[in-house]
């Protein structure tokens, strides 16, 4: 990609990105298991990070089998979301510098998260961000969740600004393909997960937290 590349609108995921959310989630994932029963492994809960809620789900199944009752499972997990989350959302180094920057510079910003529109704005209110954001995409508003770049293109969309004059922020594996597969330049920020190399090779710019990504602007 063009190391001259200078964004005209920038594309955040949210969970493990701009909050620090996945740690307890992978926890919620746990002790939600424990709760109806089962063992919940973390290397599920993490296999989960970046998908979207029919996704994980079907994830689920074909891991745990026919028998796993994901509907009560899914139930008491955002039960405990929702307690966790409520007590504050921390937010990721350096997230609001760079908010503040693009802001300050007038550029475009927009949410493209797995997480489904009434949790993503729940989430986003709770850590005071909303504010920042002209557009928030989410899992439940496209057809397919990423990998698949639906979700970023819908936000590219609303943004009216084009695909490849944008950067994305990305944590995930299953984010960073679906960067690629927009044609929007990416910026990996490592969360929980360090992707596989074939995904890394994909990868515009990596960062270790998002303050640094003021100098690309």
Request: glycine share 8%; charged share 25%; hydrophobic share 45%.
């Amino acid at each position: 990609m063009n190391t001259d590349f200078k964004p005209k609108a920038a594309i955040f995921d949210m969970d493990g990105l701009m909050l620090d959310t996945e740690r307890p989630m992978v926890t919620g994932w746990i002790d939600a298991g424990k709760i109806i029963g089962w063992d919940i492994t973390k290397d599920l809960a993490i296999d989960t990070i970046g998908l979207n809620g029919e996704d994980i789900r079907n994830l689920c199944m074909s891991r745990l089998g026919p028998d796993f009752p994901y509907a009560q499972f899914d139930v008491v997990l955002h039960r405990l979301f929702e307690e966790e989350f409520a007590k504050g959302i921390a937010h990721k180094p350096g997230l609001i510098k760079i908010l503040d920057h693009l802001a300050d510079n007038k550029i475009p910003m927009a949410v493209a998260t797995s997480t489904y529109k009434k949790s993503a704005y729940n989430k986003l209110a709770i850590a005071g961000i909303t504010d920042y954001f002209k557009v928030v995409a989410c899992g439940d508003e496209v057809p397919k969740g990423k990998p698949a770049p639906d979700v970023f293109l819908l936000a590219a969309q609303r943004l009216g600004v084009p695909a490849a004059d944008c950067v994305g922020f990305e944590d995930s594996a299953a984010g960073l393909q679906a960067l690629a597969g927009a044609g929007i330049h990416s910026v990996f920020v490592k969360d929980l997960i360090e992707p596989p190399a074939d995904v890394l090779s994909t990868v515009w710019k990596r960062l270790d937290d998002l303050g640094e990504a003021v100098s690309l602007f």
